[in-house]
T-cell receptor, first 114, second 112 residues
């Protein structure tokens, strides 16, 4: 079946603009994660959903970052008033159940804030 | 919170030789340890994982070992091939909180 997909793949924003990044997880996957990957670094956790419930948002860097998954499937990560330090690749991952299982990653959205 | 350290940051080996990458973790409650391979501009892909109830797992040329007492785990790639060149990340998570804490990555280069 289809893997995790993300859109857009690339996004250029002017500082101060709002952006919305979309993640389509693998159908039926319960858990969904967002990670931020800076250039040359490992992915860093942002937030985690189990179905529609956001169980952990401890990794969100500021209140400018907001994520939702209203129907327990597609998720959107929104960044308000983007700053240059927000430039990174935003990765979405999903896993089949709520227990530790393989996380399947999407291709990421590369955000560049000018 | 969990802290995962990974060494070395870069590794070059001759084709056909073995490569070893090591990680340590800080949270003794961590019980799941995956390894991801990421090629330039691509998504991370799981290559092998291990849970805390086993000490070693092997899949063809790839193996992972886990020492719970010392809180470290290692990736072993034997008979390396040019297509093994990539960045490898270790990670850890624990029951009840699936989020992965990643190491800083190892850039592996296989020299033909």
């Amino acid at each position: 079946g289809a893997g995790v997909s993300q859109s857009p793949r690339y996004k250029v924003a002017k500082r101060g603009q709002d952006v919305a990044l979309r993640c389509d997880p693998i159908s039926g996957h319960v858990s969904l994660f967002w990670y931020q990957q800076a250039l040359g670094q490992g992915p860093e956790f942002l937030t985690y959903f189990q179905n529609e419930a956001q169980l952990d948002k401890s990794g969100l860097p500021s209140d400018r970052f907001f994520a939702e998954r209203p129907e327990g499937s597609v998720s959107t990560l929104k960044i308000q008033r983007t700053q240059q330090e927000d430039s990174a690749v935003y990765l979405c991952a999903s896993s089949r159940t709520a227990q530790n299982n393989e996380q399947f990653f999407g291709p990421g959205t590369r955000l560049t804030v000018l | 919170g969990e802290n995962v350290e990974q060494h070395p940051s870069t590794l070059s080996v001759q084709e056909g030789d073995s490569a070893v990458i090591k990680c340590t973790y800080s949270d003794s409650a961590s019980n799941y340890f995956p390894w991801y391979k990421q090629e330039l501009g691509k998504r991370p892909q799981l290559i092998i994982d291990i849970r805390s109830n086993v000490g070693e797992k092997k899949d063809q040329r790839i193996a992972v070992t886990l020492n719970k007492t010392a809180k470290h785990f290692s990736l072993h790639i034997t008979e390396t091939q040019p297509e093994d060149s990539a960045v490898y990340f270790c990670a850890a998570s624990k029951r009840g909180n699936e989020k992965l804490t990643f190491g800083t990555g190892t850039r592996l280069t296989i020299i033909p």
